[in-house]
């Protein structure tokens, strides 16, 4: 069984603070990484994505992937309170499987 | 921006009765997926569609559950007969190609959040 863990939280920081957030994941020959954010009550929005090794930015947002240690993390830069809200880790496989599994997600809360 | 939009946005239903969730996907996409959230739970893989077909499915998606492109815009999620552990939220969600290629972005839905009483 393919799994993504994410610590749950909830995880609270201070407006302006970096948030962090981690995921690992059990199929090691996972291909493609993903984070979505969730609103209470909506859908899943496309933060970022990873494919390769080492980080990627955009804006205040740093994913990192680290496939030898089985390791995807988001970073928040300078979080701000309307970033609060649950973030999901997902996984794709190889092998032209269409299939994201998401772990639960993690809750930040970004206190003003 | 486009945007998937899925009707209704809540459909309560008596267990054992027949429910269709609808989804317009983005025009030209070509890959359609639906995915569900139990309350408090994960978000989980029911099926994907590409060309007319059933490309992938869950095991989750058993014989209760069916899956159609009836004309060039709509995708539809049957639910034979519904069981109260099928109270969820439910997502359409569609891509250029597919999610499993480097590069594609999925969007979901603003999902029907179906309770079976």
């Known amino acids: 069984q393919k799994e993504v863990e994410q610590n749950s939280g909830p995880l609270s920081v201070p407006e302006g603070a970096i948030a962090s957030l981690n995921c690992t994941y059990s199929?090691?020959?996972?291909?493609?990484f993903f984070w979505y954010r969730q609103y209470s009550g909506k859908s899943p929005e496309l933060i970022m994505s990873?494919?390769?090794?080492g980080d990627k930015e955009d804006g205040r947002f740093t994913a990192q992937l680290n496939k030898a240690s089985q390791y995807v993390s988001l970073l928040i830069r300078d979080s701000q309170p309307s970033d609060s809200a649950t973030y999901l880790c997902?996984?794709?496989?190889?092998?032209?499987?269409?299939?994201?599994?998401f772990g639960k997600g993690t809750k930040l809360t970004v206190n003003p | 921006e486009p945007e998937v939009t899925q009707t209704p946005s809540h459909q309560v239903t008596q267990m054992g009765q027949e429910v269709i969730l609808r989804c317009v996907p983005i025009?030209?996409?070509?890959?359609f997926y639906w995915y569900r959230q139990i309350l408090g739970q994960k978000v989980e893989f029911l099926v994907s569609?590409?060309?007319?077909?059933?490309?992938?499915k869950s095991e989750i998606f058993d014989d209760q559950f069916s899956v159609e492109r009836p004309d060039g815009s709509n995708f539809t999620l049957k639910i034979r007969s519904t069981k109260l552990e099928d109270s969820a939220m439910y997502f359409c969600a569609s891509s250029v190609g597919g999610s499993g290629s480097a590069g594609e972005k999925l969007f979901f839905g603003s999902g029907t959040q179906l309770s079976v009483l």
């Open positions: 569609f590409y060309n007319n077909e059933i490309s992938e």
């Open positions: 199929d090691r020959v996972s291909q493609s």
């Open positions: 025009s030209n996409h070509l890959y």
């Open positions: 997902a996984v794709n496989s190889q092998g032209g499987s269409e299939k994201l599994v």
């Open positions: 990873i494919y390769s090794n």
